[in-house]
């Protein structure tokens, strides 16, 4: 029985997993950001600060789980803002040292990396994953638990960047990718057509802030007075498009050139429809299988948490006595490429 932690951002969640299942999973997000264009990073500690405690008392009480009964504590250690990370790991080695509890540190990549269990716990290995948010846009090779490797990464802007820097360029709201993709769903993808940066190229990387700029001079030479609101659904569905191809056909070719049979989504632009869909019908072509996890499980969770954190336990359930370990704000593992 796990309850784990999670604050690496702009959510403070809480959870409680007994044995891979999922309890309860609360989440509260800081909308209040929107205001500012993205994340203030002291602002979003101090509101983890305010929220961490109620709900972590909330996940408990949807779970119907007393914390006496609780095994081990997970919590999200690295990468994030290095604020809200102390903010989450100070509050659990609290909760560690007051009721005599282990303590498990998590990489919070590898809990999107391995959401995909949550969704479907017949998975099996090796599978190619694309992990994809704000922050990251990685392709792994994951052979097993313990043992996954990068074969491609962003060299620049993150997709859910570059959704959110081209959505402030046409005038949307933070956080963009979730407008443009509503906006989307009424629009001409193949209306204009934008550069789909690297889509040939000889390896498993991926560069968007071309394509940021590409749009920029567009909007600046054709509606350089403002984009006209019968335009926007054209628009965004055209940028979309370029995105998520290149996504798509990036992670199927890492697929078949490792031989897997299953590919996983993760990360908060994982919940983005048109990769959803872009995905499920290029893996159907190919004879892959897809996993996409459940939309509440593609934004910052803590039962992806607390999924790894019960495995990593259970493994070593002697080894996470230790509340020394500190926050590490850029760490993502150092996997071979």
Request: glycine letters at 8%.
């Amino acid at each position: 029985m796990i309850l784990a932690i999670e604050s690496s951002c702009d959510e403070t969640s809480a959870a409680v997993v007994d044995n891979s299942v999922v309890l309860s999973n609360i989440i509260s997000s800081q909308y209040f950001h929107s205001k500012f264009g993205g994340v203030v990073p002291e602002l979003a500690s101090r509101a983890h600060l305010v929220s961490v405690s109620d709900i972590t008392h909330e996940a408990l009480d949807k779970s119907g789980i007393d914390i006496g009964s609780i095994n081990a504590l997970a919590v999200t250690n690295r990468p994030g803002l290095a604020g809200s990370l102390i903010v989450g790991t100070n509050f659990a080695k609290g909760l560690a040292l007051k009721y005599k509890l282990p303590i498990v540190p998590v990489n919070h990549i590898e809990g999107h990396l391995f959401s995909g269990f949550i969704q479907d716990n017949n998975l099996e290995f090796p599978f190619t994953a694309l992990v994809v948010s704000g922050g990251h846009t990685v392709i792994f090779l994951v052979r097993s638990y313990d043992d996954y490797e990068i074969v491609g990464m962003t060299r620049d802007d993150a997709a859910g960047e570059a959704f959110d820097k081209i959505a402030k360029l046409m005038g949307l709201p933070y956080p963009g990718g979730p407008h443009i993709d509503k906006l989307a769903k009424l629009g001409n993808a193949h209306k204009y057509e934008f550069p789909k940066p690297m889509l040939h190229d000889d390896n498993y990387d991926f560069s968007f802030s071309g394509l940021k700029t590409s749009v920029r001079y567009f909007i600046h030479k054709n509606f350089h007075s403002g984009i006209p609101e019968d335009v926007m659904p054209d628009l965004a569905a055209s940028v979309q498009q370029a995105i998520v191809e290149v996504l798509t056909v990036k992670t199927i070719r890492a697929a078949k050139k490792y031989s897997v049979k299953s590919i996983i989504i993760a990360g908060g632009v994982s919940a983005n429809s048109g990769l959803r869909h872009m995905m499920n019908v290029k893996c159907n072509q190919a004879g892959i299988k897809m996993v996409a996890p459940d939309m509440m499980y593609c934004v910052d969770n803590a039962a992806m948490i607390g999924f790894i954190g019960e495995l990593k336990f259970n493994a070593q359930p002697d080894a996470y006595q230790d509340l020394k370990f500190t926050v590490n704000s850029n760490a993502l593992r150092a996997a071979k490429r």
